[in-house]
């Protein structure tokens, strides 16, 4: 869960979150634009691919995960 907390974003402000193709990470699905109250869920993980886009100001964010502890993921060799 993700919420936006940018009450000024304007258009060129950068920040947006990038959401790929989990098929082809190289295919662009969404762009998503940081604007005040603006609440997103998604699958953090191989479901769904993302990166933030780089900021021409600060972007204010408030990121909760949910963990499912019924399943153990071995993360020392990195993110699966």
């Known amino acids: 869960a ?3 907390l940018n009450e000024s974003w304007q258009q060129g ?4 979150l990038a959401i790929f193709d989990a098929n082809d990470p190289n295919i662009l699905r969404q762009t998503v634009a940081p604007q005040q ?3 997103l869920l998604f699958w953090s ?8 886009l780089p900021s021409e100001k600060l972007r204010y964010s ?3 995960w949910l963990l499912d502890n019924t399943k153990k993921v071995d993360l ?5």
């Open 2 to 4: 993700l919420i936006y």
């Open 13 to 16: 402000d950068g920040g947006e």
């Open 37 to 39: 109250n603006r609440l």
């Open 45 to 52: 993980d191989r479901r769904t691919p993302h990166e933030v």
């Open 62 to 64: 408030v990121t909760v």
């Open 76 to 80: 020392s060799a990195g993110y699966p």
